[in-house]
């Protein structure tokens, strides 16, 4: 008799393909598989006989339905990627995952040392925390990124050759989601009940001050970029979380001719980041998949350094560039920079780095 697997997404755009290579692996396994965003399964889900349900977050508004499942007889898995990018692990696991709902849980998928490490010492209970790596890592490793060619081939006869910036400023360019009862997410933070002065708001805080900071330095160079690069092409990409309206008025108001956003709906990301000549960000994961991408890419930091905040798996995934006049004579010469990767600290963050084992494998393995 198959079993049920039922595979929650949050991001269509950024975890559909992995969790459709997983799911591919799990059928050839005697699984009936549904994947679905968690408001449309959590509807169906008791039409369904018990079977595994596979989470990403574990927050407390996944309390109730958690807490149902379990008594359901359902099995409890989860993989939460986002961990691996937390600046502050510690304060960011008791945003992500509720204690109780850990408690529940049958299996813990963890990135790496890392994230696995942390989430054991925290909450207990390490024999349930496996190291099985990052299944965004499984889709951009050869042959499997194949599967952007096409896509690859249209955004180049589209755009042409291009740098492109992927912009990280979530917290100071904060789209509201169509709600009006939020400020920031700081703000948020203390209405929910954490204390203005607790290690998360702290951090939160700080974060917000250094994009603000950083997107002043990244305005400027955009600005300058126009001037000094006039036949080559800027593309823009913000971040999910942000209002793509703040970058459109900007170019706009300076009537750039190079510059423009690029059409992140219509196109993936890996397809964007594979279809460029070289990939800027600051404290971005997206430089993360544009190194396993093989693709040369900078992170561009160029205010006070800050060890709290920066991210050393960026630092080790790209070319550190902390101010303008290195950045733009980089640019100069893009083709000749390389990054000095260092494979073991790699290692520790992502289980399955430099290694032939899929994350997918090592998930089924478990499961």
């Known amino acids: 008799m198959k079993k049920n697997i039922f595979i929650i997404i949050e991001s269509a755009k950024r975890e559909l393909d992995c969790r459709i290579l997983l799911s591919l692996k799990l059928i050839r396994n005697n699984f009936n598989v549904v994947i679905g965003h968690k408001g449309s399964l959590y509807q169906i889900i008791d039409k369904f006989n018990p079977g595994i349900i596979f989470f990403k977050s574990l927050g407390p508004m996944n309390n109730d339905i958690i807490k149902k499942l379990k008594e359901k007889n359902f099995k409890l898995v989860a ?84 740098f492109l910036l992927a912009t990280q400023f979530g917290r100071v360019n904060a789209q509201n989601k169509n709600n009006d009862f939020m400020i920031d997410s700081v703000f948020s933070l203390i209405v929910d009940g954490h204390k203005a002065d607790s290690e998360i708001v702290r951090t939160y805080k700080s974060v917000f001050n250094y994009q603000r900071e950083n997107l002043e330095k990244t305005i400027e160079f955009i600005k300058e970029f126009s001037k000094i690069f006039p036949e080559k092409k800027l593309l823009i990409k913000p971040h999910p979380n942000e209002k793509k309206g703040f970058w459109e008025h900007f170019i706009h108001k300076n009537n750039f001719k190079n510059i423009q956003l690029i059409d992140d709906k219509k196109y993936t990301t890996n397809a964007i980041i594979l279809a460029a000549k070289c990939v800027i960000s600051c404290n971005s994961t997206l430089l993360l998949e544009a190194h396993l991408l093989d693709q040369k890419c900078i992170n561009y930091l160029p205010i006070k350094k800050d060890e709290k905040i920066e991210k050393d798996i960026l630092i080790q995934a790209s070319k550190t560039i902390r101010n303008f006049g290195d950045l733009i004579d980089q640019l100069k010469k893009f083709n000749e920079f390389n990054v000095d990767t260092d494979k073991d600290k790699m290692k520790k963050y992502i289980a399955n780095y430099n290694d032939k084992k899929f994350s997918t494998d090592l998930i089924l393995e478990n499961i």
């Open 79 to 162: 993989c939460d990627e986002e961990l691996l990018a937390s600046t502050n692990i510690n304060s960011y696991l008791d945003f992500r995952i509720e204690k109780t709902n850990y408690k529940k849980l049958d299996l813990m998928f963890a990135v790496g040392e890392y994230d696995g490490v942390a989430i054991a010492k925290k909450f207990g209970e390490s024999e349930k925390v496996k190291q099985v790596g990052n299944l965004r890592l499984d889709i951009l490793r050869e042959p499997i990124r194949a599967i952007y060619k096409n896509e690859i081939e249209e955004i180049k006869s589209l755009y042409g050759d291009y």
